[in-house]
């Protein structure tokens, strides 16, 4: 009965040794994942520098050389400058011209390596994004609310969109219609502020709770409708960056006036004033 005893003992001591084994192992894996959430919201969270991106409206059809309707460099810090489509700006390799022409010239890196000349900032990254794509996106995320400063009455691709003034929530094509309307007496600038506003009411809208459930289907139709030179990792990091460290600031604009040259209109920059915006928001 001793050696049977021993022998039970023996073998219950070898379970209780298999068991701890076992505890440790899942602790280390527990401790390992940890270690990794850890290291992926410092990387998503934590400022490391200002990364730098130009984003970029097409308004291309099917018929048209491509050029780049909307122009906005923000800083994952924080900060965004609008450079009106119709800045007059030396285009390397080109010579002077309307900024939205260095898009049709060479894309998306001349249209980069042309606002780097105005704006004497470095810029890393770019982000076309398709006006197309962008009924799809305010969609997915359930409608953006907005207060619709004048009547909107505009036709976009054989439909016909009314907006009266006024907060309210805008469907896909109502938002497509609010930011591509260039009526009214500030004609283009009028339609930057619509866009800076339209920004800003997107992004309140992406960090509400009440929209998180949205946000797998929101993030997949912002990236079905846009061409970057980030990786997806790079572009959820500056999204989320800025989200949290620049929600609440205004976007700015490139100080200039409208003037005709040749009987074409621009938007001639006024470069010393337009430093000290750059200073401000995206420096």
């Known amino acids: 009965m001793a050696m049977g005893m021993k022998v039970y003992r023996a073998g219950r001591v070898r379970r209780e040794r298999g068991n701890r084994g076992g505890i440790r192992y899942w602790r280390i894996i527990l401790l390992a994942g940890l270690a990794i959430l850890l290291l992926a919201l410092v990387y998503l969270l934590v400022p490391i520098g200002a990364q730098r991106a130009v984003l970029l409206g097409s308004d291309a059809r099917a018929d048209e050389v491509s050029r780049s309707d909307t122009i906005l460099i923000a800083r994952s810090t924080g900060g965004m400058l609008s450079v009106p489509r119709d800045t007059l700006v030396g285009i390397p390799g080109v010579g002077e011209d309307k900024l939205n022409a260095a898009f049709a010239y060479g894309g998306p890196d001349l249209t980069v390596k042309t606002l780097e000349n105005l704006t004497d900032v470095p810029i890393d990254d770019y982000a076309v994004i398709k006006f197309s794509g962008l009924e799809d996106v305010v969609n997915a995320l359930g409608g953006v609310t907005i207060d619709v400063g004048q009547q909107i009455d505009v036709g976009i691709e054989g439909r016909k969109f009314s907006i009266p003034p006024g907060k309210q929530e ?36 992406a960090v509400s709770p009440l929209n998180w459930p949205r946000l797998p289907a929101t993030i997949n139709a912002a990236w079905n409708n846009v061409e970057t030179n ?8 500056f999204g989320v960056q800025y989200t949290i460290w620049g929600r609440g600031d205004p976007v700015e604009l490139y100080p200039g006036t409208p003037q005709y040259i040749g009987g074409i209109s621009y938007w001639v920059p006024d470069e010393d004033a337009g430093q000290q915006v750059v200073d401000q928001t995206i420096r």
Do not use: H, K
Request: no cysteine; aromatic share 6%.
């Open 230 to 237: 980030m990786n997806p990792l790079q572009a959820v990091r």
């Open 170 to 205: 805008l469907n896909g094509g109502q938002a497509l219609a609010y930011v591509r309307y260039r009526g009214g007496p500030q004609a283009d600038i009028g339609r930057i502020g619509r866009q800076q506003r339209f920004v800003s009411a997107l992004a309140r809208e």
